[in-house]
């Protein structure tokens, strides 16, 4: 869940409950950045209540870190099973591909526009047969794109423009996405966190996570902010791209990282 500001200033909200085998925690985690200072990150693994829809707003409040976060969006959630094998599956659902958001964090507002997500997955992290993921969300003030691509054993190639998916395969990069008849160029990238997630996203969880096996630990994950311009096949000449920004991020599982 997140929310980017015109100025370029980054809330993203992940909040999960994790059991396995005799293990079982929550936690919530807030991600905060601007152009003119560094990543922060506050995490509390107390128990939190899942977002709710209330008039036509998707709400968050979470009080041990002075969260409270609406997105406001016409559109309708979409689900889809990314992975079904005998070892279990992964169940997406795009809650909002692009929503009005305000996240208040310590009393301070961030308003601009937002996205949010939630994976269900009854198949445990390290046994997914991915090699490499790219994952990201595109907003202009008129269009959304969403991509999720893997490379593995179940290859996934998944990109949905204003809340629809595009039959079509698509061409990924951390600079360029090329899925007809859409081409979204992202430049400026703005790093905002990068290396394996046990010194990243899992840092905070780190006496919890040291339970995880080596090939969850040893994930490596990049994640930008960028400057979008998304290019319609159809334009007419002349005619201005849509502009934005794009989050985006690019994982490298364990036998994969040069």
């Known amino acids: 869940m997140d929310c980017i500001t015109g100025a370029g200033d980054v809330l993203v909200v992940y909040a999960a409950t994790v059991k396995w085998l005799r293990l079982k925690f929550s936690y919530v985690s807030l991600l905060k950045t601007s152009p ?3 990543t922060r990150t506050c995490t509390s693994l107390r128990t939190y209540i899942a977002p709710t829809w209330r008039d036509g707003s998707l709400c968050f409040d979470f009080m041990p870190l002075k969260i409270s976060a609406r997105w406001q969006t016409p559109d309708v959630p979409l689900e889809h099973s990314l992975l079904k094998t005998g070892a ?33 997955l ?35 190639d998944l990109t949905l423009h204003n809340g629809v998916a595009l ?23 703005r790093e905002l966190r990068s290396g394996r997630i046990s010194s990243t996203a899992l840092w905070p969880l780190r006496k919890i996570a040291s339970a995880f096996p080596s090939s969850i630990l040893n994930l490596h ?7 979008g311009m998304l290019h319609h096949d159809a334009a007419a000449p002349g005619e201005a791209p849509n502009c934005g920004f794009a989050l985006h991020e690019h994982v490298i599982f364990p036998g994969n990282i040069t």
């Open 221 to 227: 994950e990049t994640k930008w902010l960028s400057k």
């Open 88 to 120: 279990g599956e992964v169940i997406w659902t795009c809650l909002a591909p692009r929503a009005h958001a305000t996240i208040t964090h310590r009393g301070q507002p961030i308003v601009g526009t937002g996205y949010a997500e939630h994976l269900l």
């Open 167 to 189: 039959d079509v395969p698509s061409e990924i990069s951390s600079a360029r996405i090329k899925a007809s008849p859409f081409t979204l160029e992202m430049t400026s990238a």
């Open 36 to 38: 003119d200072s560094p």
């Open 122 to 156: 009854t198949i445990a992290p390290w046994q997914l047969p991915i090699k490499d993921l790219h994952w990201g969300r595109f907003h202009s003030a008129t269009n959304s794109l969403v991509w999720i691509k893997w490379l593995g054993e179940h290859p996934l």
